[in-house]
């Protein structure tokens, strides 16, 4: 293969796209033409632990203004008098996203929320069998002729309006049809397909989504839940197929374990247009808002959270750590300061290698030979098998070493030292 030949400055920096990639453009696919509808400020308030304020509200809607989403979704006015009042607070800031709320499909809410100042109203209605039995008890024919009477007057107060079934996989593929053809009849602007509990895979998602496609002309809004853990691959797969509109929430909170998280769906987007989401998205207030929230709700962003997580940029085993130094891209599809974010390379444990502890010679400018690196490692590794080491251990023995060097008495000094703990008592 030529790629054996290639010289150093052939090697690819960018992280490498992989050959499985569609070699023609799928015309029907929006994976490098989406929006964002970001629901922290409505599903979100369906967390367990979420109390906004107002005043939190309009720290939150700012710092995903800065994101740079396309929608922010507010909880509907219909829910109290507060919600209400933080619909026209938020709408009269002056954002750039766009402002929605999200409205049981009535005319009474439909007038409340109008009033507020809104852009646009998300209304739902429960299509499954379950919603229609055992939640509004009400038949297609009533949900059809409801739907038609609000989006009418929605539009006709010139406001966007989608219509939205809810637990969408669980409803009949006819009746579903038959509704969203006849609201994209009467002109509403989007629908939207809700995975409600969180039941559907990335195939169903992708075939309803296409077959939809083919019976409206209209945007098409997708919301998954997260229960069986495929929110956003859902959401990948609905792209995919041809929806246009994606709902997030911040950290994926929302109603039980909540929904596709923002920082998930961009890390996946990043992963397939990287210039479509650099250009639309600023990846690096990602962590600001993430932190807000979970300080509101009172969570600790998880460990292994996309992009912000505490090890998501860290590289531990020594072959891994040789190959990152040399060009990271090579265990690495999203690049850490596109993030705001910084790569670490951990040495301090069992698994290191040579070419790690030799870069961080390096970072510290001492005047070691490769072999000086190696016979380190290699006490790292002897160590490191009693307990892990903490960076602090590992330059301290490595000064240590470079002063015990200047007097000849480096490899005794090694051999002296024979637990981790007597690292410091050298200093
Ligand atoms: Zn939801």
């Given at each position: 293969m030529a790629a054996n030949n290639a010289s150093e400055n052939a090697r690819p920096k960018e992280p490498i796209v992989s050959p499985y990639m569609p070699k023609y453009p799928d015309p029907m696919s929006n994976i490098s033409n989406f929006k964002i509808i970001e629901s922290t400020l409505r599903e979100g308030e369906q967390f367990a632990n979420a109390f906004f304020t107002t005043e939190k509200k309009v720290e939150i809607a700012k710092a995903l203004d800065a994101v740079g989403v396309d929608y922010l979704e507010l909880t509907s006015p219909a829910a109290s008098e507060q919600s209400r009042n933080d619909c026209k607070v938020i709408s009269s800031l002056g954002l750039k996203a766009k402002i929605l709320t999200h409205t049981r499909c009535h005319m009474d809410d439909a007038k409340l929320a109008i009033d507020t100042g809104v852009d646009g109203l998300d209304v739902v209605i429960g299509t499954s069998s379950y919603l229609r039995e055992f939640s509004h008890g009400k038949d297609m024919d009533y949900i059809t002729n409801k739907a038609i009477e609000v989006i009418t007057y929605i539009k006709s107060k010139g406001l966007e309006v989608r219509f939205s079934t809810e637990d969408s996989f669980r409803s009949d593929l006819v009746d579903l049809l038959s509704i969203y053809k006849a609201v994209d009849k009467i002109g509403v602007t989007r629908v939207g397909i809700a995975d409600t509990v969180g039941c559907a895979n990335p195939r169903q998602v992708y075939e309803l989504v296409r077959t939809l496609r083919s019976v409206v002309s209209c945007d098409i809004e997708c919301h998954f839940h997260n229960d069986t853990g495929c929110a956003i691959a859902n959401a990948y797969a609905a792209l995919e197929g041809g929806a246009t509109h994606i709902d997030t929430s911040v950290l994926g909170?929302?109603?039980?374990?909540?929904?596709?998280p923002l920082g998930g769906l961009l890390a996946r987007m990043y992963a397939a247009d990287k210039s479509y989401v650099m250009n639309k998205y600023d990846l690096t207030k990602i962590r600001d808002v993430e932190n807000i929230v979970a300080s509101a709700v009172d969570v600790t962003v998880p460990f292994n959270n996309y992009i912000t997580g505490y090890c998501a940029f860290t590289h531990k085993a020594g072959i891994h750590a040789k190959a990152i130094l040399n060009n990271p891209s090579t265990y690495e599809i999203l690049k850490p300061e596109d993030f705001g974010m910084t790569r670490y390379v951990s040495i301090g444990?069992?698994?290191?290698g040579w070419n790690a502890v030799k870069n961080r010679v390096e970072q510290l400018d001492l005047d070691l030979t490769d072999q000086d690196a190696k016979n380190v490692t290699a006490k790292i590794k002897t160590l490191a098998d009693v307990r892990p080491l903490s960076l602090d251990d590992v330059d301290t023995l490595l000064r240590n070493y470079h002063h015990a060097k200047t007097q000849g008495s480096h490899n005794k000094f090694l051999a002296n030292i024979e637990t981790p703990d007597m690292i410091t008592d050298m200093a």
């Open positions: 909170i929302g109603e039980r374990n909540g929904i596709t444990h069992r698994l290191t």
